[in-house]
């Protein structure tokens, strides 16, 4: 069974549980804390990559500070 990062949104407390795929969906695992069955999943190693870069090109420095080729 997979482990799961939780948040209770009722008390806050974050702890982590082995639960079934089942149990999770159907909402079965409860905080440890306050029972409270209002928990939401704790990702802690995201990494988001920027993809609105503009790589359109074309465009040139306007201040002239690098000859056109900064991008900027
Ligand atoms: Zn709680």
Redesign the pocket.
């Known amino acids: 069974m997979p482990f799961y990062d939780l948040r209770?949104?009722?008390?806050?407390?974050e702890f982590n549980i082995r639960a079934s795929i089942k149990e999770r969906e159907n909402k079965e695992i409860?905080?440890?804390?306050?029972?409270?069955r209002?928990?939401e999943a704790v990702f802690k190693s995201v990494n988001i990559i920027s993809s609105s870069r503009s790589d359109s090109g074309g465009y040139s420095c306007s201040s002239g500070c690098c000859g056109g080729s900064c991008g900027f």
Not at 8 to 13: E, F, Y
Not at 30 to 36: K, L, M, Q, T
């Open positions: 209770c949104k009722d008390c806050g407390k409860e905080c440890p804390s306050c029972h409270s209002e928990l």
